[in-house]
Nanobody, 123 residues
Framework: QVQLAESGGGLVQSGDSLRLSCAASGRTFRSYAMGWFRQAPGKEREFVAA????????AYADSVKGRFTISRDNAKNTVSLQMNSLKPEDTAVYYC????????????????WGQGTQVTVSS
């Protein structure tokens, strides 16, 4: 079992940067691929970015490609999401999640989720 806790959210202005972190408990962290999802008010939770267990493969939603970077540190059991050039449409609750499958862009593949952290981008 993996427990996940996000941090780093906040209120920023359009064009600013923000770095989200997700701390994972459990000795099997490096066995999991990790992903970030987000959910805006009135919308479904959507995929943002994911990284394989080794960190060798990453995937991004088209809407964040070139602006967001996902990374992980298996020694510290953390995964991060560096968000640059933020836009008001990036406003959402951001969740980190873990999966043992290779389907890292698919929400149903993820079995453990954090509680989320709010990101608000003002124009």
């Amino acid at each position: 079992q993996v427990q996940l806790a996000e941090s780093g959210g906040g209120l920023v202005q359009s064009g600013d940067s923000l770095r989200l972190s997700c701390a994972a408990s459990g000795r099997t962290f490096r066995s999991y691929a990790m992903g970030w999802f987000r959910q805006a008010p009135g919308k479904e939770r959507e995929f943002v970015a994911a990284i394989s267990w080794s960190g060798g493969s990453t995937a991004y939603a088209d809407s964040v490609k070139g602006r967001f970077t996902i990374s992980r540190d298996n020694a510290k059991n953390t995964v991060s999401l560096q968000m640059n050039s933020l836009k008001p449409e990036d406003t959402a609750v951001y969740y980190c999640a873990s999966t043992r499958t290779a389907a890292i862009t698919v929400r149903p593949a993820y079995d453990y989720w954090g509680q989320g952290t709010q990101v608000t981008v003002s124009s």
